[in-house]
């Protein structure tokens, strides 16, 4: 098995607000991975005392732990699990009824000897190859299904789309979220690698158009998860008249997972 973890700010001068994990479990069969992209809130309260990066690494070390412990759990309870935990450790501190409470995109996978088992929540990405080289792209399109115009004011976003019926979701405060997620099941002998990447590293495809998402997965297999974002931050930088980034921020974190069964 070959693993690979990149997981890369956007800003050098502030914390990072991903989280990239591949646990295995001390029996050596099976594994699983964890990535989180923890959602930036515009300036304003958000009900809580703690930062993303925060709840990332404690919605994340939570994950990481259960989707390992307990193997026989489906990956949505095990998120269900994972977001009360998380909640449960600062309730008492915070309004987590907040639409702007900290909160994540999720992709979890979980593979054994019979089967790969994967779980997508909002706008993170996994890939996953067959053993003939084809890419399968199992993702969360609710947001991009969006129309644009209705995601140019935060105010909109929070009162009529952020975790509603009709708009997108993510994971904050209600363990109920993890019965939206996507999610299913392959049989092992089906997959031959996969990768997960936050949007700050899908930005190869998505923003950048320098190929499919087949031609990413080859350039991470043979040039490595870290050659990925560190050509995303050139592309970035080199679009001085924002040609492609448009209005978005200039670098966005990145984080990349592989791993070859």
Not at 146 to 162: F, G, K, Q
Not at 163 to 174: I, L, P, R, S, V
Not at 179 to 195: K, N, Q, Y
Request: negative net charge; proline residues 6%.
């Amino acid at each position: 098995m070959r693993t690979e973890l990149v997981s890369e700010p956007g800003d050098p001068t502030r914390p990072n607000e991903d989280f990239a994990s591949v646990g295995l479990p001390a029996s050596g069969r099976g594994g699983a991975l964890v990535v989180l992209d923890g959602v930036t809130p515009p300036k304003g309260p958000t009900g809580c005392l703690h930062s993303v990066p925060w709840f990332v690494s404690r919605l994340g070390g939570a994950l990481t732990e259960l989707t390992v412990s307990l193997p026989d759990v489906p990956l949505s309870e095990a998120l269900s699990l994972a977001v009360a935990r998380t909640a449960d450790s600062h309730a008492h501190s915070c309004d987590l009824s907040h639409p702007r409470t900290p909160q994540a995109t999720v992709v979890l996978a979980r593979w054994s000897e019979r089967a790969l088992e994967y779980l997508v929540l909002s706008d993170s990405t996994l890939l996953v190859e067959s053993p003939d080289g084809a890419v399968t792209v199992l993702a969360d399109d609710r947001l991009a299904l969006l129309p644009r115009e209705s995601l140019t004011t935060d105010a909109h976003i929070d009162a009529h789309l952020r975790n509603k019926e009709g708009g997108f979701f993510t994971a904050a405060a209600d363990p109920s979220v993890a019965g939206r997620a996507v999610t299913g099941v392959l049989r092992r002998e089906d997959v031959r690698a996969l990768a997960a990447l936050t949007d700050g590293a899908t930005r190869w495809v998505e923003t950048f158009r320098e190929g499919d998402w087949t031609d990413l997965f080859t350039f991470v297999r043979k040039e490595g998860a870290q050659a990925l974002v560190t050509r995303v931050r050139e592309l970035e930088t080199a679009d001085e008249e924002r040609e492609f980034l448009g209005r978005s921020k200039r670098h966005d974190d990145a984080s990349v997972a592989f791993v070859e069964l």
